[in-house]
């Protein structure tokens, strides 16, 4: 059960690796001038709408947690409606908190905000797809010891990569070389994917190498 | 040996300070100076072998007038380069085929315009030292070239930079000084030089003109060197040079002198507009020399020669006819005095060589063996013969191709002996830095192994100085270094400040560096046998760090990292902001998971909160000898209720109020260098159309101040502190900076020293109590609570004094220090028990931040020079040094003397608290045993032992501790039950083993707390 478990897990992330990846060529077969760099904005939304969607794709082919009871379409609709709340609310939460780390108030806010989406989407997506817009069952899973699942695992991993991704990137903004690369946000959202795809690879492979510690209780 | 933690500091820093002090000795090369300084030497007469010449004197002057015009900032390229040929049409036109002399002339860092006017006019090289004092330009007393000119009676006129006005107090006959201070000004530093020109060129009454025009030098700080508004400026220099030129021209009179103008720069820009480095752009300033006694310039233009700024003032003084500059090391331009005849032309090199030679002969210890100085000697000689032969009235081929020999012959001897004294200025001095690192480094080592030591409860230190000193390593490192010292010594080239000083202390050093390395060898092994030992608690303790812990480590360590990149010191600013902001993160988290998931944690806290309640209840129970159930219920009852209330939501709010000052305080200030152009709320508030709104914020921001600090204030001090902010206000009032709203119409703006000595007068006051008090915790009575007192006394006497040093748009920066400061301690530091290792790193990182918050950056420029003169009427070293340290660093100073005041006053709570808990346990025994005396049958309690939790592990785990001990020791009664659930309140839990007598029990507990709550 288990083993089967993690593969799927390694197959999920290898796919959103790819999707990433394939994010930074295809489409300049479509638009001209396409490049990360230079036309940075529009990369950002490719690529967020991408992960949004295979992460909810992945969710819903995969379904790793079978939720035993039968719920109405209505909740169910309820449910996605304030899954939409919630992350609309993650982002503006993630670029209030960027704006107090000292990126422009007024200019810029279009970069700004987008790099708060795709903050967004590399943390607060995988979570309400798995946990569902439970805030109580996610400060379970971000506590010690409160995973109950490998797919728990997987996602503190991812997040708490992403994130330190993010952070890092921050670090050559002061430096002096001129790199195009340099201009606020493109290194901390590149620090943010870099973190999300070293996050999805790691992962598997640590479940795999822990898999014997990991007992999780059944809550 | 054992020390104290604070001995055992205290000699840290003081050996460390010493090493910093030889390292810095070496690091800052003295300038090369001449010795005699009274008594000016007669000229050295002309060299003649066999007869003795006649020419003792001084050779008369070439030139009639000098004209300097020192343009600030002026590039070599600004006049040689396309920018010259398109906006400097006539310089260019002088420079290709005028009576002029090119050269372009390279300056030595600081590029800083005060070391530069000083090598400018005495021919020495300024060390960095003078970048410091650039500010405070004191009057230079190195024999110079104004000097000498005012001693034979030149009349020199100077306009321009108040630098100079500074540096020549007395020597200009007419001035008009320019302060440099407002940057942003292009225009009229400028016009105010050029308004005097057409008069003074009318006159006659002058031997020396010099003018320093500053506004390039702005363009080039505000906009850079390739700004729309260079090209302007250029073209006005140009204008200007030519109407002096043509004025100077004009009366020149076939008899007279010739007269000599001479356009130079004082440094170059660096192609962002800064200076003071040593980049290719900062050190090539040009150098033009124009005088109708020069060759017209054939037609084919060679590129200009490269010579050193400071051969300017030997140059001057041979075309003056005064004495070259003692101190000058720079060699004559001699195509200026080509004209001259051979006999003249060989004098001046003379002259020059004889200087230089002197000087080298006192700065050198080994200067027979220089090259230069050989050359000179044989030259010399050679010199001799051919004035014999001169004299004598040899007039052949012969004696003209002497000259021209003895001539070239002095060129390359000036050369090698100029250089060698430059290099003696630009080399470091190797020995003693790293004389001083070693012991640095030792220091260093000796605190990183006793750090353990330091962190446990004892703190002392078992220092094995005796058994170092006498073992056998130490007698032969001693050996070694001192046969080192002495091979060092007397085999170094140059000046050496260690080989120099006495061998007794050199001895003493050497010594200290051994017993050091033994004293460290002696610990390391120390260590390492330890090490073996507790190999298991080390790994359990790894794991147990938070991720705070881990933050502030690796944050830490990132920054000092992070120092490899000189971006980011330039920019260490944002490193310092960022840690800070995640350090509130983190916080933050924290704070959500202690409310949210550490139920246990919660139940605790109310527990301890209800804990006064119930102590009351017991007592009466004890007086009224009621049994315990019934207590039992109620502190059941009471245990089941949560905390409610805002208390819990301030808590979950404080990171966030602390993140939105960062937010606001970073743009109070924008610093750095990428950045500090970006426009700023300090700037907008100093602008003069903002007054209102800055008096107001300065009204505010001193109420708020009052506020925070006067919780933790005696009466007296109370009213001291509310005086001295009023005397803030009247002072800034009377300086100008905000309105009186009763004197709307401030006519006369006075320097407000009545109104800063008022408040100076609190402040000391303040500080006295404060000092009293910590004196007499120290010897009179041993009161902890005094000492904390006086603490905090001196804390809030401190802050005052920042208040009325700081600028006013600062004075936020200090309210927001202040609050954070209130609410980090009621909200984060108390509630969370963080030890005192986090609490002491995380004060480190604030005071960091606000050091730059303030506005200041590693940029020496940031430092705010005018905090030195408040309420003195003139400049006097020693407050003023002191006054503007303490403004530079009253961010980190008032976060260090908080750190201070709170953990003294913590430790007073908590020391308090383990003295009760001492006491308690001696009482509950003696109590327990006179119980046992008086009731006769039972050996009841066996027993009786206080488990008090250590200071590390939080509260939670103690908790778990007992819970498991209930689950497990199930023969316990619910009477031991309750005393342990009750006794871990006070973080200690008294174990009562084989209760038998149960009626015994709630008397041992009620006898606890009894002797708690007593005191």
């Known amino acids: ?219 | 040996m054992r020390l104290g933690s604070g001995a055992f500091a205290a000699c840290c820093v003081v050996i460390e300070v010493l090493g910093v002090a030889v390292f810095l000795r070496g690091f800052f090369p003295v300038s090369v100076r001449s010795a005699f300084r009274v008594q000016p030497l007669p000229p050295a007469p002309e060299p003649a072998a066999g007869m003795s010449s006649n020419w003792t004197q001084l050779p008369p002057p070439r030139f009639r007038k000098v004209v300097i015009m020192l343009v600030d900032g002026l590039r070599g390229d600004f006049v040689f380069g396309s920018k010259g040929v398109q906006f400097m049409p006539y310089t260019t036109y002088l420079v290709e085929k005028g009576f002029s002399h090119s050269f372009i002339a390279e300056a030595k860092p600081p590029t800083v315009t005060l070391p530069r006017i000083k090598a400018l006019m005495t021919g020495s090289i300024p060390g960095f030292i003078d970048a410091v004092m650039n500010f405070n330009s004191p009057v230079l007393l190195e024999d110079n070239l104004i000097g000498q000119a005012k001693a034979a009676g030149k009349r020199v006129i100077f306009y321009g930079d108040d630098t100079w006005i500074k540096l020549f107090p007395k020597h200009f006959v007419e001035y008009d000084g320019t302060t440099s201070f407002f940057v942003s000004d292009f225009r009229e530093v400028d016009d105010n030089i050029t308004r005097h020109l057409d008069n003074v060129l009318k006159r006659e009454d002058w031997d020396m003109l010099i003018l320093h025009y500053l506004g390039l030098d702005h363009i080039g700080h505000i906009s850079g060197p390739h700004s729309p508004m260079v090209g302007p400026k250029l073209k006005e220099m140009d204008y200007i040079l030519k109407k002096i030129h043509i004025s100077l021209l004009s009366k020149e009179r076939e008899a007279s002198l010739p007269h000599l103008l001479v356009l130079c720069g004082d440094h170059g820009m660096s192609e962002t507009g800064g200076h003071g480095a040593s980049s290719v752009e900062e050190v090539s300033t040009p150098l033009i020399l124009i005088s109708s006694a020069f060759q017209r310039k054939s037609g084919n233009f060679q590129p200009p020669e490269h010579v050193q700024q400071t051969d300017l003032a030997a140059t001057l003084a041979v075309g003056l006819g005064l004495p070259i500059p003692k101190n000058s090391v720079g060699s004559l331009l001699f195509p200026v005095v080509e004209g001259a005849t051979m006999r003249e032309q060989l004098r001046f090199l003379h002259l020059n060589s004889v200087q230089l030679s002197r000087l080298l002969q006192e700065n050198v210890p080994m200067y027979e063996k220089d090259p230069g100085f050989q050359q000179f000697k044989v030259t010399e000689k050679l010199h001799g013969n051919w004035i014999k032969l001169y004299l004598e009235g040899n007039n052949s081929e012969v004696l003209l191709n002497l000259g021209r020999k003895v001539l070239k012959q002095y060129l390359n001897a000036l050369k090698t002996m100029s250089m060698s004294l430059s290099k003696q200025v630009g080399q470091y001095d190797m020995y003693s830095m790293m004389i001083g690192t070693v012991i640095v480094l030792e220091v260093l080592i000796l605190l990183l192994l006793s750090t353990p030591k330091a962190l446990c409860q004892k703190a002392e230190f078992e220092i094995p100085l005796w058994s170092s000193l006498f073992s056998l390593l130490f007698y032969l490192m001693v050996l070694v270094l001192s046969a080192v010292h002495v091979i060092v010594c007397t085999s170094a080239e140059r000046s050496c400040y260690f080989c120099s000083v006495s061998w007794l202390m050199a001895v003493g050093v050497m010594m200290l560096i051994s017993a050091l390395l033994c004293v460290i060898l002696c610990l390391l092994a120390n260590v390492f046998e330890n090490v073996k030992l507790p190999a298991k608690n080390s790994a359990a303790s790894g794991s147990s760090w938070s991720g705070l812990d881990l933050l502030i480590l690796f944050g830490t360590l990132g920054h000092v990292l992070s120092l490899g990149a000189s971006s980011f010191i330039e920019e260490e600013h944002q490193t310092w902001y960022f840690l800070v902001n995640t350090l509130c993160l983190a916080l933050g988290h924290e704070i959500c998971r202690n409310h949210f998931l550490g139920k246990d944690f919660d139940h605790n806290l109310a527990v301890e909160g209800d804990f006064q309640k119930d102590t009351k209840k017991v007592l009466q129970y004890r007086n009224d000898s009621v049994d315990v159930p019934e207590y039992d219920k109620v502190h059941k009852m009471s245990s089941l209720e949560l905390p409610e209330g805002c208390e819990k939501w301030l808590g979950l709010a404080t990171p966030w109020l602390i993140l939105i000052c960062c937010r606001l305080l970073r743009s109070f200030n924008q610093t750095g260098v990428q950045w500090a152009h970006r426009p700023d709320f300090g700037h907008w508030l100093t602008s003069s159309d903002h007054k209102a709104e800055l008096s107001v914020l300065a009204f505010l921001s001193l109420v708020m101040i009052f506020i925070l600090v006067q919780r933790r204030c005696s009466p007296v001090s109370k009213v001291a502190m509310a005086l001295g902010l009023l005397g803030v206000y009247c002072y800034r009032a009377a300086f100008g900076n905000v309105f009186l709203p009763w004197q709307r119409d401030n006519k006369d703006i006075s320097k407000g020293i009545i109104e800063a000595r008022f408040v100076y007068v609190f402040v000391l006051g303040i500080l006295f109590t404060g000092t009293k008090d910590l004196l007499k915790s120290q010897f009179v009575s041993a009161d902890v609570n005094i000492k904390s007192r006086g603490l905090w006394e001196i804390h809030s006497g401190l802050v005052l004094l920042a208040a009325l040093l700081l600028r006013p748009h600062n004075l936020p920066v200090l309210v927001f220090s202040l609050l954070i400061q209130a609410v980090m301690t009621k909200f984060i530091w108390k509630p969370l028990k963080h030890d005192a290792a986090q609490i002491t790193i995380m004060h480190y990182w604030f005071g960091q931040a606000f050091f730059y918050f303030q506005g200041n950056s590693n940029n020496i420029a940031t430092v705010d020079i005018s905090a030195g003169f408040v309420g003195l009427d003139h400049y006097i070293e020693v407050p003023a040094m002191f006054l503007t340290a303490f403004a530079t660093y009253v961010g980190p100073i008032l976060w260090a003397i908080h750190l201070l005041s709170f953990l003294s006053s913590e430790n007073n709570s908590r020391s308090f608290c383990g003295g009760e808990e001492l006491e308690t346990e001696e009482k509950t025994e003696n109590s327990v045993g006179e119980w046992l005396d008086k009731s006769l049958d039972v050996d009841v309690i066996e027993y009786c032992c206080v488990v008090r939790s250590n200071e590390g592990s939080s509260l939670g785990e103690t908790w778990e501790d007992t819970s498991e001990l209930m689950e497990s020791e199930q023969e316990f009664s619910n009477e031991s039950r309750l005393l342990l659930l009750c006794s871990d309140m006070f973080h200690s839990c008294v174990c009562v083993h084989h209760p038998g007598d149960i009626s015994t029990l709630p008397f041992v507990y009620m006898e606890c707390v009894f002797s708690k709550t007593a005191l």
Not at chain 1, 76 to 97: E, Q
Request: aromatic content about 12%; hydrophobic content about 45%; charged content about 15%.
């Open chain 1, 1 to 219: 059960m288990k083993d089967t478990d993690i593969k799927r897990l390694f197959y999920a992330h290898l796919f959103c690796v790819f999707s990433i990846i394939l994010t930074t060529f295809i489409p300049s077969l479509f638009l001209e001038e396409f490049s990360v760099l230079e036309t940075h904005l529009t990369w950002l939304c490719i690529c967020s709408i991408c992960v949004t969607i295979l992460n909810v794709a992945l969710y819903l082919l995969v379904k790793p947690n079978p939720s035993s009871k039968r719920s109405s379409i209505s909740h169910k609709i309820s449910r996605v409606l304030k899954s939409c709340v919630y992350f609309s609310i993650s982002c503006l939460l993630y670029h209030a908190i960027i704006v107090l780390y000292g990126a422009p108030l007024i200019e810029l806010m279009l970069e700004t905000f987008l790099f708060a989406v795709i903050l967004s989407t590399f943390t607060t997506l995988p979570c309400l797809c798995l946990l569902g817009p439970n805030i109580k069952a996610w400060l379970r899973v971000f506590t010690k010891n409160g995973a109950t699942s490998i797919w728990d695992n997987s996602l503190q991993i991812t997040t708490v990569s992403s994130v330190i991704g993010a952070w890092l990137g921050a670090f050559p903004i002061p430096l002096d070389w001129e790199r195009p690369w340099q201009v606020w946000p493109i290194s901390c959202t590149l620090g943010a994917t870099c973190g999300y795809v070293a996050g999805l690879l790691i992962s598997p492979v640590w479940i795999y190498r822990n898999r014997k510690q990991l007992t999780y209780k059944s809550r």
